[in-house]
């Protein structure tokens, strides 16, 4: 679909995901925007140059924030002049999905990678070339080496003595990033912490093995989410909760929200686990796939930064090891298995994957939401939550084959 400048186009009887609830609505939109149309009939007398019957379910775009790679190909892996195809390609493969805005994913690596990688993935708006890039997110390598994970131990850094001046150096320009993950726990870690947010930067704890009282005055220093809730982090206990222990304090004087990423694969968090995390805090839930180089591909090796990964079933681990190492998993079938796992709401499930990301980025004014004014871009559904079709900026950018929905024809 390429529809000429200033062309109305409605989408008339959905089902449309707009203030918490599925309303059944038309959809207007213009110039990549969803636009109010009583302004539109009153203001400037025009109605839709172009209309179709839609009546399946309309959600704002999904937003992953944390994704290493996938259809063969892993960020960490690559180099100054694989990089760009490498981000390209998965950007592409993802709007089948209905993931229209990502954050591409560096796991912990030298100096010297970063140096080499970063200048050559920029923040980006999104088309029928992919998905819009809203800025890296860097797992470490500031983590705690005993919650390393799949994460290279000889490339992990455990002081912050310079604070926030220590990852420009390890990094280099961090004018393309949007989150890093850290371990409070490290020397000099809060003073970074404080130092990061007060640049722009959204601080998630993770990789960590702090307690709930290092982790609540990282909160209060401007750290904003968790990494892959539950993984990577301190065992639940009575006493002292850990990291996990924050979801139950978000509504606590002098904490704001606090939000956290779930990898909802049915591999990385038990399906009860899921449900007590959702019932204790619903309005931070954020679903990531945390996809590695298989996702989109079937059992076999792959490699991550390095690692040689065995793929089997829904399992990816470390070749000889029982240790996890990301998902394969697409975010449209992390949302399902999420609906199912915790009994919430089509709503609650959808919100997950594109409201809350946009509020823990500061984007819900533009993304996240189907409000008048916001991007247009948004996914079409099916009653089970099948991708039918993908559109960013008002245009159609994916469309599944065995479908019965057809774009709209300017």
């Known amino acids: 679909m390429d529809c000429k400048r200033n062309a109305v186009i409605r989408l008339r009887d959905c089902r449309i995901l707009r203030d918490g609830a599925l309303q059944r609505e038309d959809l207007w939109m213009r110039n990549g925007k969803i636009i109010d149309p009583e302004k539109l009939f009153f203001d400037e007398r025009r109605s839709a140059d172009v209309e179709m019957h839609c009546p399946f379910i309309i959600s704002p775009g999904f937003i992953d924030i944390q994704i290493n790679g996938g259809f063969g190909v892993d960020f960490t892996s690559c180099t100054a002049t694989t990089i760009g195809s490498a981000v390209a390609l998965v950007r592409k493969n993802i709007l089948a999905h209905g993931v229209t805005s990502f954050c591409p994913t560096v796991i912990t690596s030298s100096p010297a990678l970063y140096h080499e990688l970063l200048p050559h993935v920029k923040r980006a708006r999104g088309g029928a070339h992919g998905a819009e890039i809203l800025g890296l997110h860097l797992e470490g390598p500031y983590i705690n080496k005993d919650k390393k994970g799949a994460h ?63 982790a609540q005055e990282a909160i209060r220093r401007g750290a904003r989410c968790m990494t892959h809730l539950f993984n990577a982090m301190p065992q639940f206990h009575h006493r002292d909760p850990g990291m996990v222990g924050l979801i139950a304090q978000s509504s606590a004087a002098n904490l704001q929200t606090v939000f956290y990423g779930l990898i909802a694969d049915g591999v990385h968090t038990h399906p009860a686990t899921l449900k007590i995390a959702y019932r204790a805090h619903p309005k931070g839930a954020i679903l990531v796939t945390d996809a590695i180089s298989a996702m989109g591909f079937g059992a076999g090796i792959q490699f991550i930064a390095g690692v040689q990964i065995e793929i089997t079933g829904n399992h990816a681990l470390i070749a000889g090891t029982n240790t996890l190492c990301g998902s394969i998993a697409t975010m449209d079938r992390c949302i399902r298995y999420f609906l199912e796992a915790t009994d919430c709401s089509i709503v609650e499930a959808l919100e997950s994957a594109s409201l809350h990301p946009a509020q823990l980025l500061g984007i819900s004014d533009r993304k996240g939401t189907l409000n008048f004014y916001s991007d247009a871009d948004f996914v079409v559904l099916d009653d089970h939550l099948h991708v039918l079709a993908t559109f960013i900026a008002g245009e159609c950018v994916w469309q599944g084959e065995k479908t019965n929905f057809v774009p709209p024809k300017c």
């Open 152 to 214: 290279r131990l000889e490339f992990v850094q455990t002081t912050l003595p310079n604070g926030a001046v220590d990852f420009d150096t390890t990094y280099g320009d961090l004018g393309d990033t949007s989150i890093i993950t850290v371990a409070p726990e490290l020397e000099g870690g809060m003073v970074a912490i404080e130092q990061l947010a007060k640049r722009g930067i959204t601080v998630s704890l993770g990789h960590s093995d702090a307690n709930i009282g290092l």
